[in-house]
């Protein structure tokens, strides 16, 4: 079924390829076919996850024989949006992208729906009550993560007989990850009385966001034992902000962040991250799957949710050798 309509789309594109009377050149990749566009609106760089993102996306796109148009909008949704306008303008066959916040993108994703170009959204959501504007949403379960960093604070504080003061780090601020990480903490944490955020900031999900927002947080509040970083740069940031106003990362403030990409898993196995929810940036090949089955007429999920683990430190000594990221 899904060869049978891949071959009608290529048949298709060898079609409108003489019609444009380019019909005498053959494809680069040799064969009659056309090559896929994708046009790819990454949010920007400013993570270990993200770089490791973009280079899952740009290798697949590469194995998968997707030419790839690559735009980072440097954390600003304006850029995002300028971004997908002119893909649409390109007339490229799908376009992919990760929302740098969750809300704000009905008009843009209506454009591309009018000019009947598919459009997935990968790593995170957008808010829209219309469910049409997108074929498929690729990505973690947010929520998930924040529940697990929660729960392992829960068990790690049973013994503690006095409050435990959290600070948190959020990610960006309307992003769909700073949202449901902070929702899923929450809700987790609910389940011992001892446990209190008594601050809570956005770092941006950059090493420099998290440091100044550790920096502030350590000259207002005296006692703190816990950081909750919504990613392991932050957590990074944070050890530094730690270290300089001379305590000990890990042993006087513990620290658990998301992510668990080669730097945070080695500030981990060195001791100074207490904990780390996985969250998986490889998310390449399964974005550039489910480009061809969108463009071939295949029905897919809605969802597709990546499977993630959590490390503590020695597991996370164990899996640092052969760490992809
Ligand atoms: O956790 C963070 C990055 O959207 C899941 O964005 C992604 C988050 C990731 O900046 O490091």
Known sequence: MFKKSLIAVMAASALAL???????????SGGADKKIVMGFAQVGAESGWRTANTKSVQESAKEAGIDLKFSDAQQKQENQIKAIRSYIQQKVDVIAFSPVVESGWDTVLKEAKDAKIPVILTDRAVDSADKSLYKTFLGSDFVLEGKKAGEWLVAESKSA????NIVEIQGTTGSAPANDRKQGFEEAIKADPKLKIIASQSGDFTRSGGKQVMEAFLKNNADIDVVFAHNDDEGLGAIEAIEAAGKVPGKDIKIITIDAVKDGMTALSAGKINYIVECSPLLGTQLMDLAKKVLAGETVPERVVTEETTFTQEQATKALPTRQY
């Open 18 to 28: 003489t019609a444009c009377g380019g019909g005498t050149q053959a494809a680069p």
């Open 161 to 164: 007989t006095d409050t435990v």
